[in-house]
């Protein structure tokens, strides 16, 4: 089972203490998306997230994911040691990009779709699942020649 969801706010850096709000808001979009009744994922897990933002804003990259992740801890999945894979991803909504809706929840899709349309500042989508098969590629990650 994959859940998705989109929280429409800046991430904050996990260098900074003081995340409980931030944490508590992904906690709520993952509790609806993933709902409450389901099991708690146990099996190894990978996390997805982008970063769609429209200023130069915020954050670095590597530092927003342990403040989501650990919102999702206790809604999603049991542990954070289930984490076997992590993809981080930031677009700025100014230039050119791409967006699949192949393999993505279409709730999340439409919703993600909807803020994008309205140019909102930041916007997260975050996907969790479990890892069938652990994979290492080398290379550069667009399919590009180095």
């Known amino acids: 089972m994959t859940v998705a969801f989109v ?3 800046q991430p904050p850096s996990a260098q900074k203490r003081h995340n409980g709000r931030f944490e508590a808001e992904v906690g709520a979009a993952a509790r609806t998306a993933f709902g409450s009744t389901r099991s708690l994922l146990s099996e190894p897990i990978y996390v997805r997230i982008t970063w769609f933002r429209y200023k130069r804003s915020g954050p670095d990259l590597d530092n927003i994911a342990k403040c989501i992740i650990d919102g999702m801890k206790g ?3 049991d542990d954070d040691h289930r ?3 992590c993809i981080l ?11 699949s809706d192949q393999h993505v929840s279409m709730d999340a899709y439409e919703q993600l779709l909807q803020m994008l349309g309205e140019l909102r500042s930041h916007i997260l989508y975050v996907e969790a699942g ?7 590629a080398f290379g550069p990650v667009d399919g590009g020649i180095s």
Do not use: A, C, H
């Open 7 to 9: 929280v429409d706010r």
């Open 75 to 77: 809604v999603v999945f």
């Open 83 to 85: 984490l076997v894979q």
């Open 89 to 99: 991803n930031r677009i700025d909504t100014q230039l050119d990009y791409t967006i």
């Open 130 to 136: 479990p890892v069938k098969n652990v994979q290492v």
